[in-house]
């Protein structure tokens, strides 16, 4: 679907009826790429995971969200809860930017809960009319019976220190008492770094210091979105989403257009502007599309999602009015300074089913399936149609590649590249765990130490052939139902 220049600045629910009705029946014409387990907008398109919060045994969950059209717009919240990751409650829209600092968008932001109430932090976006930011204020607001009310100003934007660019607040507790932490961009050095903020109450912060790079030679981008901060392990692990950080040079680390990196920090140095990061930031995933996750606790599990998309990217789903979704849920760790990434156990215990030990060279697939491989060898793997259209992994001696130059459909983007990782585990068993959704893969590979999420777009996928027989473990997945 194209672009709709006189509904791009409306909201949600000033929108002419006969435009939705137009993307919902393209919407419903894919029959290829609309995934069955995974979270995604009824149209338009979705970005970063916002608001997460667990809560009397319910996950709450709200996304970016601009209506109608596959493309970056008026950004509002949309709001699903679940109990067992198959029966979700469309809620429906949850933001509305309609704030007088949220001129041009409610962006992303985090729920925090005090035990008493529950508040929802997050950023209003204003800019010139001409696409240029003008300043990002950190906003508060009650979030009762599912519904947030009551907005009010938390930080306002201090152009002294920052561009304006500083968003994506996120409440950190340390040593007892609590810190709004948020991505800024800052004047003195056009460069990123962490806002810290002293919570004085719920709705009232006091400026406390920016973090920026302890080791000399790292900049980590211009812009540090969606900044996680958390205990976990022990240890303080700080994952950020940078704009700018790249290596051209290293085939391994900073391929995609913007990088979700991260790095455990020494200490946390309230007084001080260093960020006191143990080794220099490195990439949470290797795939082609993982963006601004957000964490949450989940009993006594940090978990996370992602945005299961890409900055600067327009997919082959634009045809069918809409445009990206949520990764599953993923329960975090820290082994060796290297952050695992696990599939949540709750998630994967309610929606596996028909478990089967097998082995072959082939697996038949309809759309979904959940594979899990204990391997010792080197092995490579396709999921094919009957055009010999395919994505393609490989584990060789030293790397762990996903090359998707084979699809029906390509994605026209400046990071089309092949991706690699190198191979931490070598002649000893793995275990590798491997999600399939009508258009995406998550591959956990190295024990959990190596992440490949990606989208794929293979028309008619019927099967997974593997270079050699193998013996593998194979689950269906029961599909998401969605109650309006």
């Known amino acids: 679907m194209k672009r709709i220049k006189e509904i791009e600045w409306k909201k949600y629910n000033e929108i002419d009826k006969k435009y939705y009705e137009e993307a919902n029946k393209l ?23 916002n ?26 919240w949309r709001y699903v809860t679940t109990k067992d990751f198959i029966n979700y409650q469309d809620h429906g829209v949850s933001m509305i930017p309609d704030h007088e600092k949220e001129k041009y968008g409610s962006f992303s932001g985090s729920a925090y809960d005090f035990g008493d109430e529950v508040k929802i932090y997050w950023t209003g976006n204003m800019e010139d009319g001409k696409g240029e930011m003008t300043e990002e204020v950190q906003l508060v607001a009650d979030f009762k019976n599912g519904n947030i009310i009551n907005k009010k100003i ?27 932490v948020f991505g800024v961009r800052t004047k003195s050095d056009d ?5 810290l903020y002293e919570m004085i109450d719920y709705d009232k912060f006091k400026f406390k210091t920016v973090l920026k790079p302890s080791i000399k030679g790292n900049d980590y981008g211009y812009m540090w979105e969606c900044p996680n901060l ?17 290596n051209k040079d290293n085939k391994y680390e900073l391929n995609s257009s913007r990088n979700v990196v991260y790095t455990i920090l020494n ?22 599309d993982f963006y601004a996750p957000q964490t949450y606790r989940v009993n006594n599990k940090l978990v996370w999602y992602g945005w299961f998309g890409a900055v600067d990217v327009q997919y082959p789903t634009d045809e069918y009015s809409w445009h990206s979704m949520l990764t599953i849920p993923r329960e975090l760790s820290i082994q060796n300074d290297i952050l695992i990434q696990k ?31 204990n391997l010792k060898d080197n092995l490579s793997f396709k999921i094919i149609n009957d055009k010999n259209e ?3 992994v490989k584990f060789t001696d030293d790397e762990i590649i996903m090359d998707r130059n084979n699809q029906t459909s390509k994605v026209d983007w400046d990071y089309e590249n092949t991706r690699y990782a190198i191979r931490k585990i070598k002649n000893e068993s793995q275990i590798i765990e491997i999600f399939i959704d009508s258009s995406s893969i998550e591959l956990f590979a190295d024990n959990y130490q190596t992440i490949f999420t990606s989208r794929f777009f293979v028309k008619d996928f019927n099967r997974v052939m593997f270079n050699n027989e193998i013996e593998f473990e194979s689950s269906d997945i029961k599909p998401m139902i969605l109650n309006k």
């Open 27 to 49: 919407v419903e014409s894919d029959r290829y790429y609309r995934p069955l387990y995974h979270i995604a907008p009824p149209n338009g398109l979705l970005n970063d995971p």
């Open 51 to 76: 608001g997460l919060l667990f809560k009397d045994g319910v996950h709450h969950i709200h996304y970016q969200w601009s209506p109608v059209t596959p493309y970056h717009g008026f950004k509002h």
């Open 154 to 180: 938390a930080v306002e934007w201090d152009g002294n220190i920052f561009t304006p660019h500083a968003r994506d607040p996120k409440i950190f507790e340390y040593n007892n008492k609590k810190y709004m």
């Open 191 to 195: 460069l990123g770094g962490i806002a």
């Open 230 to 246: 958390d205990f976990l392990n022990n240890q303080y692990l700080l994952v950020t989403s940078a704009e700018g950080y790249f």
């Open 267 to 288: 200490k946390i140095d309230l007084d001080g502007t260093e960020l006191n990061e143990k080794f220099a930031m490195k990439c949470a995933d290797y795939g082609f």
């Open 343 to 373: 599939p949540f156990e709750d998630f994967k215990n309610n929606i596996l089913f028909n478990t089967k030990k097998q082995k072959s060279n082939s697996l038949n697939l309809e759309k979904a399936k959940h594979i899990k491989i």
């Open 390 to 392: 395919y994505i393609e």
